[in-house]
């Protein structure tokens, strides 16, 4: 995986710091992790919704990027997926719709809004329509989910979904 150089520094922080940084470009095909097949083809599939979804936001004239965030007394920085700064959304992408990719949406999200102000809303990109379920989890924690539907270039909304207007 390719990681892109921020301007935050690789010593512990005695205070918490955010920078914007450029959209991480992967342009791997597909590659394989030893005993993780899954792995390695779920990332790949974070990549390509990150990069579908990034260039229809920007399509739409939002102005986009990445967050690296070094919280105090961390060594290294984390980086979110996806900000967009027009609508000030904080986008986690997973590969899967299982409850664990979700499950872990969620957490990663919950995380990095604390250190982002003012808190941006949140969305958790997914391939597919989860299930009602995890909808309703999402729901519960205010994350909208967004994923392609597979008929037609339309992205979904699970916002959208529940106030009857579907695409976004």
Not at 9 to 36: L, N
Not at 38 to 43: F, M, N
Not at 64 to 76: D, M, Q, T, V, Y
Request: hydrophobic share 40%.
């Amino acid at each position: 995986m390719h990681l892109v150089e921020a301007t935050i520094p690789a010593s512990t922080a005695t205070a918490s710091r955010v920078v914007s940084v450029p959209i991480e470009e992967s342009r791997v095909d597909r590659y394989a992790v030893i005993g993780q097949e899954k792995l390695g083809t779920a990332v790949r599939r974070e990549a390509d919704l990150v990069r579908e979804y990034a260039n229809h936001l920007r399509s739409l004239g939002h102005g986009i990027c990445r967050k690296a965030i070094l919280p105090k007394n961390e060594l290294g920085p984390l980086f979110t997926d996806l900000y967009d700064e027009t609508s000030h959304e904080l986008i986690e992408a997973k590969g899967t719709v299982a409850r664990e990719d979700v499950r872990m949406g969620i957490g990663q999200l919950l995380d990095y809004r604390r250190f982002i102000e003012p808190a941006p809303r949140l969305i958790l990109l997914v391939p597919s329509e989860p299930r009602p379920d995890l909808l309703d989890l999402c729901a519960s924690v205010d994350v909208n989910v967004v994923w392609k539907t597979d008929s037609q270039a339309v992205w979904m909304s699970s916002l959208e979904l529940r106030s009857g207007d579907q695409k976004i």
